[in-house]
């Protein structure tokens, strides 16, 4: 595999095979982990020996020249996060896949956890958060994404606790949480939050890092701006529309 790497502080760039993503390396007290910024909902995540794929989609990167996955995360079914096809292109005989009862109907395999359930991949904590909308809704009225079928994670890595949104809004039980070192949360309309919401819950759960992310055309120097006077919450803005 060829990689180029240009190193800049924790920030960096890595190009595979004429494909290049922003990443980021977060010191952790078991050791480093570095972040890739694949796009929209897609992440992926280097600790130790192992390779992390969340929300794989064929839409943002050619997945079939990227790393094979140890542990391959699913948010939930819809298709920009629950994609059949780059999942196959990274999966291999070892690879342990945790998602949703509705992303394992659509793939066909997969440990399913559900919201507030658990599960250890090695030394990774992995935990169910429930996701689903408050507000917005589809034209017959139903929400985008229910609740109880949707999961956000919180990942337990060292000592850091990463919150991965996956689509949800600002609900009662993100607002809740604590001791949240970094959290990407989804910023698009009319699938997702607000600004307006984002920042609301930063504003309550404050992660130390905060990752907009799966923000489509909306203007991220709005949650900057609404965040500009929290000094705990650094507002991080990656290539993830």
Do not use: W
Request: hydrophobic residues 35%; negative net charge; proline residues 5%.
């Amino acid at each position: 595999m060829h990689i180029i790497l240009t190193l800049l502080l924790s920030f960096s760039f890595l190009t595979i095979h004429g494909q290049q993503f922003e990443r980021d390396v977060i010191n952790t007290s078991d050791g480093p982990l570095t972040i890739t910024f694949i796009g929209h909902g897609s992440l992926m995540m280097e600790f130790k020996e192992s390779i992390i794929h969340i929300d794989a989609s064929s839409r943002e990167a050619d997945y079939g020249k990227l790393p094979d996955a140890d542990l391959i995360l699913i948010t939930h079914h819809h298709g920009d996060h629950c994609d059949p096809a780059a999942v196959e292109k990274i999966k291999k005989e070892s690879t342990t896949t945790v998602l949703t009862a509705l992303a394992e109907e659509k793939l066909g395999f997969g440990k399913v956890i559900n919201n507030n359930e658990t599960f250890n991949y090695q030394s990774v904590q992995i935990e169910a958060i429930p996701a689903y909308n408050l507000v917005h809704k589809r034209d017959n009225g139903d929400f985008f994404h229910p609740k109880g079928c949707c999961n956000s994670y919180i990942l337990n890595i060292g000592d850091k606790r990463i919150f991965i949104g996956g689509d949800t809004e600002n609900t009662p039980e993100m607002k809740a949480l604590s001791n949240i070192d970094i959290a990407f949360l989804p910023m698009n309309l009319p699938y997702t939050m607000t600004p307006e919401m984002v920042a609301d819950a930063a504003k309550a759960f404050r992660p130390k890092i905060l990752y907009p992310y799966h923000y489509g055309t909306t203007d991220t120097s709005i949650i900057q701006n609404l965040l500009k006077n929290e000094k705990d919450i650094e507002v991080r803005i990656r290539k993830m529309p």
